[in-house]
């Protein structure tokens, strides 16, 4: 069961359509551009909250799977989010725009003085985008397997510093780099593959639990069933078992010669949960059930 652990969400702009009329454009107006769901428009959206520019930044969400045309022809022609509108020019790419609004606008520091920390931050960032492949394709094979050593690596490089809980100590940039998809992650594996991403990573734990305790960044987090139902769609697909329905009753009997539970022949993205096949109607209905993807089969 997930827990409702989103507390007190400051109102939400509702996000802007197709049929929705552009904002004013270029009117002075500083506006950063995001989609809800997307973890890179989260990173600015945290790093805008934690600075206090709430009324200095407006925020516009864009309904990315109904975007409005003038968003690509007038404002952002990569047509992606997020974006920043600032001074008369749009500016994206999430890890550039955190560090253009750290970096240009008022509010506590996000990088810190001190030059190892400096550096320890960029060699972090730079391994961010590493970071989340991994894990991504992990997914879609073992993640247990696949995914321990990004999270490893997440539990060494907290131990570099001690003077606080976070990556570099104190709360900063590459905190803000890594936590929209390490919250991501921790849902969907726990939720779906009932991975612990903490379990036998201290500082993991203890780093997550911080970050929550942010109200920049709790602000920003995205209803944990949301995480799992657009994860799912996307990792565990199982568009091979309505195909291959007979490749699938092949292993079935394969197993069952074999006194196997018939799912154990199923591909790891499938076996999440448990699979369950019924006999219905003296055998004449088949249904094959996938329970952590919701899909079910009806064969004769
Ligand atoms: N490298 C970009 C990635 C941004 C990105 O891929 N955003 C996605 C949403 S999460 C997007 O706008 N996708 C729309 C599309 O590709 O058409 C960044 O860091 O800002």
Same mark, same amino acid.
């Given at each position: 069961m997930l827990m409702a652990t989103l507390g007190v969400q400051a109102v939400r702009p509702p996000p802007l359509t197709s049929t929705s009329d552009p904002p004013p454009l270029f009117d002075g107006t500083t506006r950063l551009y995001i989609s809800y769901p997307c973890p890179y428009a989260q990173r600015v959206w945290i790093t805008r909250n934690y600075k206090g520019l709430q009324d200095k930044i407006k925020l516009i969400a864009i309904d990315l799977e109904d975007r409005p045309a003038w968003y690509k022809e007038k404002v952002y022609p990569e047509n992606k989010v997020p974006s920043l509108e600032h001074n008369g020019k749009v500016l994206g790419e999430s890890i550039d725009l955190i560090k253009y609004v750290d970096a240009n606008f008022e509010g506590t520091p996000l990088v810190p003085r001190d030059p190892a920390k400096q550096e320890f931050g960029e060699e972090l960032i730079s391994h961010v985008d590493t970071f989340n492949k991994d894990v991504f394709t992990s997914l879609k094979g073992d993640p247990v397997q696949g995914a321990s050593s990004a999270f490893d690596y997440l539990e060494n490089a907290l131990g570099r510093f001690d003077d606080g809980p976070f990556l570099l100590g104190q709360f900063s940039l590459v905190d803000i780099a890594y936590i929209p998809f390490v919250e991501r992650f921790q849902i969907f594996l726990s939720e779906v593959f009932k991975y612990d991403i903490t379990e036998g990573r201290p500082k993991v734990?203890?780093?997550?639990?911080?970050?929550?305790?942010?109200?920049?960044?709790? @602000?920003?987090?995205? =209803?944990? @069933? @949301?995480?799992?139902?657009?994860?799912?769609?996307?990792?565990?697909?199982? /568009?091979?078992?309505?195909? =291959?329905?007979?490749?699938?009753?092949?292993?079935?009997?394969?197993? /069952?010669? /074999?006194?196997?539970?018939?799912?154990?022949?199923?591909?790891?993205?499938?076996?999440? =949960?448990?699979?369950?096949?019924?006999f219905l109607c003296n055998q004449i209905w088949v249904v094959f059930i996938c329970w952590s993807c919701r899909i079910y089969s009806l064969t004769t």
């Open positions: 734990a203890t780093w997550v639990e911080e970050v929550n305790k942010i109200d920049a960044y709790a @602000q920003t987090r995205l =209803d944990p @069933q @949301q995480i799992v139902e657009r994860y799912k769609k996307r990792y565990l697909n199982c /568009n091979w078992f309505l195909t =291959d329905l007979w490749a699938t009753s092949f292993s079935f009997l394969l197993c /069952n010669l /074999n006194s196997e539970h018939w799912c154990c022949r199923l591909p790891q993205r499938c076996r999440i =949960d448990c699979c369950e096949l019924s």
